[in-house]
């Protein structure tokens, strides 16, 4: 089923490549007649005058015309975001923006097209403009979230709150942004699943990228060990352990001790790196310390069970039993004269 599926994608990016292909060249044919059309076959033919959308004078074929817009404006509009998406190779930052012009060429270059096929036609479209004013008025008191994500997508891409790229926690989902649309967001997680989102509903956003992430590192010795001693050959070997892992920007340092366990004693230790590499740091913190620690023999704590041997406990003498009684009214009576407080719960 997933071999049926994989050829199936390859052969559906296959008819689409070479269907751009077919496109791309009669698009060329079509700007080579534009440029030595008239020389060929004459600047008043008919013909010319109908590809040439520029020539308004002289009678023209309206299908031929229609055509020659399609080429034009369309082709344009393609070439112009294969040009933004060759620009998005060499920037960082400002993607969001060069996307959203993408996405508004594609949709501007289609209606020009169709505006202009109109006014072949004989299509009034001064009229048909002010009925579409009128319509979209109409149409935007019923499409009101519609015109929120529109407007949403604006303020994100102009106010920097996030770009293509950029990682993010929204609503519990830590993805990398992939795309930033006109009316929706697209996310990708480190599985590789996607999360789309209105623009709109993108409301308490953690922008991840902006800023170096701390990332905590916890390693456990033994309580016999001492940690003078430890703590002497963590910081001789800190500056080595940071050169070995390129990811860090910052660190790492030495914290302290941060708990004493059950079995060991906690020491804590943090470093900066970007979001993107975070959890390959952790992952490489922790081999570097276990490095360390076996080659000064610093013992890591495993699970331990302390059984204890039975016990013969002394038991109270009748002087201790009446001594304790009297302490412990005595205790009773001194609470309740000093009432209720803190110290009595």
Known sequence: MIAFKEK????????????????????????????????????????????NIFSGAGDYIKWIRIVSYGFFFITLGYVLRIFICWILTFIKKGKAILNLISSFIKYLSVLVFIFASLKTMGVDT???????????LIVGLGAQPLIEDIISGLFIVFEEVFDVGDIIIVDGFRG???DIGIRTTRFEDTAGNFKIMNNSDLRTVINLTDRLTLVPCVVQIEYGESIERVEAIIKDNLKKIGDAIPDIVEGPLYKGVSELGASGVSLKFVAKCEESARFQVERDMNRQFKLLFDAHNISIPFTQVVLHQPTTFDKATTAEKKKSEAFVNQSRSNTADAGDNDYDR
């Open 126 to 136: 001064g009229t048909l403009l002010a009925g579409i004013g009128i319509l979209s």
């Open 8 to 51: 199936s994608e390859k052969t559906q990016k296959l008819v689409s490549t070479v269907f751009t292909i077919v496109l791309l060249c009669l698009a060329a044919v079509y700007f080579v007649l534009l440029l030595i059309g008239g020389k060929i076959f004459g600047e008043d033919s008919q013909l010319y005058r109908s590809l």
């Open 176 to 178: 990398t942004v992939r």
